[in-house]
């Protein structure tokens, strides 16, 4: 059962590129949500989505766009990627009702 | 401003002693909090959790004390593993309806055998 995966795994951008990373779910999931974690700083949410075709801010935004054009995907777009946009990217989703969130194993961005 | 602070960022146990990890909070509108734990290469997996109508929940090796007076929970195992080496991550939430929940920086555990 492959529950949430991302694509890709790793990946190095010049400063400057754009790239999207996709997460997909097969669990049926409403709300799906992408975090970046740094070291020292958690898991901090950057945007999420309740249900398809709808998408919002998380704590930290800026410099990332989201779309949720189908319920299983929701992707995470750099249009313009910057260093400080190095991280480790993850994906996650829950049920509508449940406070459990189930991650993919994160995607791996240097920014250089 | 860390709403959510785990402030040992490592801790070291004997494999069979208990290990205690500690998290504190600000917000005193967070109503929920569970528990990650994390191997290196995967995300974050389910531990435990608690609502902030009780005081402990336990689930087998693991149980979750919540001190809402003081604003601090702590994840308490017993026995500790060796495949309990992980991050472990708290997390809380005050927005119920968005699942929206603010982590903790995290703590190494490593346990010794």
């Known amino acids: 059962n492959a529950g949430v995966t991302q694509t890709p795994k790793f990946r190095v951008l010049k400063t400057g590129q754009s790239m999207t990373l996709l997460c997909a779910q097969d669990m049926n999931h409403e709300y799906m949500y992408w975090y970046r974690q740094d070291p020292g700083m958690g898991l901090r949410l950057i945007h999420y989505s309740v249900g398809e075709g709808t998408t919002a801010k998380g704590e930290v935004p800026d410099g990332y766009n989201v779309s949720r054009l189908k319920k299983q995907n929701f992707l995470l777009g750099l249009e313009s990627a910057a260093p400080s946009q190095t991280s480790v990217y993850f994906c996650?989703?829950?049920?509508?009702?449940?406070?459990?969130?189930?991650f993919g194993a994160g995607t791996r961005l240097s920014v250089l | 401003d860390q709403q959510v602070k785990q402030n040992s960022p490592s801790l070291s146990v004997q494999e069979g002693r208990i290990s205690i990890l500690n998290c504190d909070y600000t917000?005193?509108?967070?109503?929920?909090f569970l528990w990650y734990k994390k191997y290196p290469a995967e995300g974050p997996t389910f531990l435990i959790s608690i609502s902030s109508i009780k005081d402990k929940n336990e689930d087998g090796r693991f149980t979750v004390f919540l001190n809402k007076s003081a604003k601090h929970l702590s994840l308490h195992i017993v026995p500790s593993q060796p495949g309990d080496s992980a991050v472990y991550f708290c997390?809380?939430?005050?927005?119920?309806?968005?699942?929206?929940?603010?982590f903790g920086t995290g703590t190494r555990l490593k346990v010794l055998a």
């Open positions: 996650a989703s829950t049920v509508t009702g449940g406070n459990i969130q189930y």
């Open positions: 997390a809380a939430s005050a927005e119920t309806g968005t699942y929206k929940y603010i």
């Open positions: 917000n005193s509108m967070f109503d929920y």
